[in-house]
């Protein structure tokens, strides 16, 4: 992996933005970088790049939750917002793996756990979260998960 870290490179697309006055861009690129610093000020640490990929992962997750209800509200202009966000913060984020990945890594993961139907549910989501963070949807991979453990 490169010198620069995930943070330094935020840091270089929010002066992009900047300067190409892109202002949805800015004010997503300000939300993560605040989001960032609260950690950094509430533990008094220094944001490495896998916990900054876990905040984005969890601002992702919170976007898609709230496009959901918007549109399942009505509101379709605020459902657009969250998804150009979404969009925003998925470009910090490592490439999202296929379903063919997905399913290839659900499949090694149910054949190494011992348990047996939906038992195996909490040791094969404990070996995939750490693999699967910021590369894919969580919930959707636990959908993938139960539906091969039922079916």
Do not use: H
Request: negative net charge.
């Amino acid at each position: 992996m490169s010198d620069t870290s995930l943070r330094d490179t935020i840091k270089a697309a929010m002066k992009a933005a900047m300067r190409a006055k892109e202002k949805e861009r800015l004010g997503t690129i300000r939300l993560i970088l605040a989001e960032f610093k609260r950690i950094e000020v509430d533990e008094r640490i220094e944001i490495e790049d896998d916990r900054a990929i876990v905040v984005l992962d969890k601002m992702l997750k919170q976007r898609r939750d709230s496009a959901t209800q918007f549109t399942d509200a009505g509101r379709e202009e605020l459902a657009a917002q969250e998804n150009l966000e979404i969009g925003f913060i998925q470009e910090f984020l490592p490439t999202q793996l296929s379903e063919e990945e997905l399913i290839e890594m659900v499949d090694a993961a149910i054949a190494a756990s011992d348990a047996s139907g939906m038992q195996a549910m909490g040791p094969v989501m404990g070996q995939l979260k750490p693999q699967l963070q910021g590369r894919a949807d969580i919930g959707a991979v636990s959908q993938m998960v139960k539906s091969r453990l039922v079916g």
